[in-house]
Each structure stands twice: as structure tokens, then as C-alpha cells.
């Protein structure tokens, strides 16, 4: 079982950065992917990034390539979004995610969620 908590979310202005954690309970949280996820108002929930358990694969939706950055620290149980150049479009509630299989970009492939974390960005 893993319980997720994502903090760092708020208002930016566009152009702006955000850097969202994502912490992990429990002691086998370096055996999970780890997934980010949003959902806009309206619309259906997205994949964004995805990071092995080594941190040694990462994978982005193609809106956020070169914008995000996904990683992840394993001796403090906590994954990270750093989210710069940000975008009027970008706002959304953002997830975080844990799997036991490889890199999911599907949400269906996900076991645990944390509860959400608002990002609001202005134009």
C-alpha cells in the first residue's frame, strides 16, 4: 500500500515556474513508476510524465516535452514535477501517480493516486 501527497501547486503567471513533490509512504516506493497526471476543468484526466523506478527512463506527453521535467528521489520517498515556461493551458489539477509496471502513460496502469494538487497559470 502507498499513500501519495502531492504539495506545490499555486498561482503563476505565464512563463512562470512551478515545482510540484509528490511524497510517498511506505518503504518500497523505489520498486514503483511514478506518473503525473492533470485534469482541466471539463476535460478528461492526462498523462504527462512518467519516471522509472532508477530514474533512469522518464517519458512526457508531447504539450510538456522540453517544458517539465520529471524526477524523482528515492531516499526521501518523493517524486517531483519541475514545470517552467508555464502556459494558460498547463492549468489543471495535477496527480501524482504510483505503479508497479513499467513507465504506464495510461491511467489504467496506475494503483495509487494521491488526491490532486491545484495549478492555476494567468495569461
Known amino acids: 500500500q502507498v499513500q501519495l501527497v502531492e504539495s506545490g501547486g499555486g498561482l503563476v503567471q505565464a512563463g512562470g515556474s512551478l515545482r510540484l513533490s509528490c511524497a510517498a509512504s511506505?518503504?518500497?516506493?523505489?520498486?514503483?513508476?511514478m506518473g503525473w497526471f492533470r485534469q482541466a476543468q471539463g476535460k478528461e484526466r492526462e498523462f504527462v510524465a512518467t519516471?522509472?523506478?532508477?530514474?533512469?527512463?522518464?517519458a512526457y506527453a508531447d504539450s510538456v516535452k522540453g517544458r517539465f521535467t520529471i524526477s524523482r528521489d528515492n531516499t526521501k520517498n518523493t517524486a517531483y514535477l519541475q514545470m517552467n515556461r508555464l502556459k494558460p493551458e498547463d492549468t489543471a489539477v495535477y496527480y501524482c501517480?504510483?505503479?508497479?509496471?513499467?513507465?504506464?502513460?495510461?491511467?489504467?496502469?496506475?494503483?495509487?493516486w494521491g488526491q490532486g494538487t491545484q495549478v492555476t497559470v494567468s495569461s
Open positions: 519516471i522509472s523506478w532508477n530514474a533512469g527512463y522518464t
Open positions: 511506505g518503504r518500497t516506493f523505489s520498486s514503483y513508476s
Open positions: 501517480a504510483a505503479s508497479t509496471r513499467w513507465v504506464p502513460s495510461h491511467e489504467s496502469r496506475y494503483d495509487y
